[in-house]
């Protein structure tokens, strides 16, 4: 029952912090309108995954890669689903699996 409160805070705490719509700036190369507790929030969801390094340089590193795929409608998704995958990742390497493999998931 404490887990299934604790998810049901989480969730609603989320609601609370979630602005309005994240978006990426293409020519400032940098996020609109994402908020330090949303920052924090992601960090305490993936503690194994460096949230802020992800944000100011590896996604917009991949952004400016990747221009035709990264015209994206839902940009929180997409970060969502970055971090999710960097962190399993980060899990697999620490249980000794040697990490997440290009195309698998």
Request: proline share 4%.
């Amino acid at each position: 029952m404490g887990k299934v409160t604790s998810i049901r805070q989480g969730a609603q705490e989320q609601k609370r912090i979630a602005p309005e719509k994240i978006w990426y700036n293409f020519h400032e190369m940098r996020w609109e309108d994402l908020s330090v507790e949303q920052v924090k929030f992601w960090e305490s969801c993936y503690p194994l995954v460096d949230v802020v390094d992800v944000l100011t340089k590896k996604m917009p590193a991949w952004i400016d890669g990747n221009p035709a795929k990264a015209n994206k409608k839902d940009w929180k998704r997409f970060i969502v689903g970055w971090l999710s995958r960097d962190q399993s990742m980060k899990e697999q390497f620490q249980k000794g699996g040697g990490g997440w493999k290009y195309g698998s998931r």
